[in-house]
């Protein structure tokens, strides 16, 4: 694949203002979060303005969906998308809807040392991070071209780590909209 990947995390949820971790359980935007996505939105309309519009990928969780359907209001000529399980976010298991506090109450010192990045992978029945590459790669592999995505924060992160064949450049658009520039290696 060559192209750029241009990712849209969602907008926040009334559980990311709970402070509750979402894995893939469904949880509403909240007004913040509907005005977040239609920022971004505007962002990416003006990152592509003058280009042809690349298709959208959504993950199939309902608060991204509903970021995607924003998005789409603010940025003309972006009118279908593509649902794409390989986009969904990291489940953490049983941790799933439950805040640090929930966790270290039922399970003691599993954060212990933990950061903010590999805590998701500390569930004793979450996806683990060989999986959770893995279908990131598989997605990515199977581009064509430019794409643009609204997936969820950690996968974001994956996008950037994920290239097996090339490079990933990651470029900020915006506070909500990352570009990468994925370029793959000769063989």
């Known amino acids: 694949m060559g192209g750029e990947v241009f990712l849209l995390r969602h907008g926040e949820t009334e559980w990311n203002a709970a402070g509750r971790f979402q894995g893939q359980l469904d949880s509403p935007l909240t007004q913040r979060g509907r005005g977040q996505a239609a920022e971004a939105g505007r962002t990416l309309a003006a990152e592509l303005a ?4 690349p298709p959208l990928h959504v993950s199939p969780l309902g608060w991204a969906q509903e970021t995607a359907a924003i998005v789409a209001c603010q940025a003309p000529g972006l009118h279908s998308s593509r649902v794409e399980p390989c986009l969904q976010e990291v489940t953490t ?3 799933d809807g439950l805040t640090h506090t929930d966790i270290e109450a039922s399970w003691p ?3 212990d040392g933990a950061t903010e990045f590999d805590w998701y992978f500390r569930s004793p029945d979450g996806e683990d991070y060989q999986a959770a590459i893995g279908r990131v790669r598989a997605w990515l592999d199977g581009l064509d ?3 643009i995505a609204v997936s969820h924060g950690l996968l974001g992160r994956l996008v950037g780590l994920a290239p097996r064949r090339g490079a990933a450049t990651a470029r900020a658009a915006g506070r909500s909209l990352a570009a990468f520039s994925i370029r793959r290696a000769s063989t």
Not at 50 to 53: A, D, L, P
């Open 109 to 111: 010192n599993a954060l």
């Open 93 to 95: 298991g049983s941790w």
């Open 50 to 53: 003058g280009r042809s519009i």
């Open 145 to 147: 071209g430019s794409v």
